[in-house]
Structure formats: structure tokens, C-alpha cells
């Protein structure tokens, strides 16, 4: 185990995405929160976790 | 025992890497299908919730009435309701409720982000960037 790159998975994609619990795979991807709930739901809601794909997470200032 | 968790990389600058936890949100009967994602940022005080993530768990953005101005972050102002009610978090087996801020901006690129009123408070965090992780110890007299 190490940092994870989500770099790879994320590659292209934009706006609500669920990934597998190993990171490794896109479940799911939406442009609205609300249909990739839909989406989701039709799919059985598979284990995994729900993020934005940013276009760019470096402009980000905490 | 602390629960070690790895940072995270992502796209466009992969050497920035972001101390991020899984969480799932629970408020009355509703919980999401999925954990979410969310920083966790010991520069915020106050814990954020994306507004369509908020809405999806029961909070209709028009009973909360307008968006009150007077937030300030490094990107500038905004304008953010205070929710009215506590929302509960489950993550790596424990529990603890928050009072989230959620910002008026469809726009935010985090589903949640855990500042030092939430996680910083039920947790001792110790961050070890420079290892490559940071570890997360629940308080024992509360959990």
C-alpha cells in the first residue's frame, strides 16, 4: 500500500463519479450529483465511493 | 489503534497529494447509497457540505431561506447556510455528528469537507505527509 493515484482512474473524466472501493475502476459517471444517483440506483448501488472529477484540483486552496 | 490513511493524488498536479477519508452521511431516515469523499483541512473552521449532497439527504435549500454572506476562504467570500440540524457521520466505525456549513456553490470541486469543528474535535490527527499517510485516533472517552 502507498499513496493513492487516482490520477489514472480519473483520466478524462469530469463531474460526479463513483469509483470502486480499490480505486482502480469508474462505477459510474454523471454530470449532475442527482443522476449519478440514478445511475447508481439502476446499478443495484455497487460498493464504492462518490467524488468530483475536477478538470483541476491544483487551482484548490484550503 | 490509529487508523492509517494514505493521501491521495490526483489529476493535473499528482505530486500535490490531499490527506482525503470515505465517510458515509446519515440525517433521519436518509443516507447516501455510497461513502463520500472528503478533505479533511485543519485550516477550516467550520465543516462544509456540498449544497446538492445536503439537498440529497433532506435539506431543501428553500426552507433554509437566503444564504447568509460573511464567510471568508482563500478563494474569496461566499455566502453559505448553517444547518439547522446535526448530521451524523460514519466513518472507519465510528460516529459522530455535525453541524455543517453548506456553501451556496454548485461549483465546489469536494462532496464534504471536514474542518476543525468536526473530525478535529472527536480525533487526534497526525499528519505524516512526508511519509506518505496520516493517521487518524478517535477519541476513546466519547467512542
Known sequence: MGVVNLTKTLKGKTGWVSISPDHKRVIAQARTFRGLLEKLKKMGNPNGFIMIAARDFSNYIG | ?143
Not at chain 2, 490526483?10 to 447509497?33: C, G, R, T, Y
Not at chain 2, 439547522?84 to 457521520?89: A, G, K, M, W
Open chain 2, 1 to 143: 489503534m490509529p487508523i492509517k490513511i494514505w493521501y491521495e493524488s490526483l489529476p493535473k498536479l499528482p505530486q500535490i497529494l490531499w490527506p482525503i477519508v470515505e465517510l458515509n452521511l446519515h440525517f433521519k431516515d436518509v443516507s447516501l447509497p455510497q461513502r463520500i469523499h472528503a478533505l479533511v483541512d485543519s485550516g477550516a473552521n467550520r465543516s462544509v457540505l456540498h449544497p446538492l449532497i445536503a439537498e440529497a439527504i433532506g435539506f431543501d435549500r428553500r426552507k433554509l431561506g437566503k444564504p447568509k454572506t460573511g464567510g471568508f476562504s482563500a478563494s474569496g467570500s461566499y455566502k453559505a447556510w448553517i444547518l439547522p440540524e446535526l448530521i451524523d457521520v460514519y466513518m472507519y466505525g465510528y460516529t459522530f455528528s455535525v453541524r455543517f456549513t453548506v456553501i451556496d456553490n454548485k461549483q465546489l470541486i469536494w462532496p464534504c469537507i471536514l474542518g476543525e469543528d468536526s473530525i478535529f474535535e472527536f480525533a487526534r490527527l497526525d499528519f505524516q505527509k512526508y511519509k506518505g499517510y496520516f493517521e487518524i485516533g478517535f477519541r476513546r472517552d466519547i467512542n
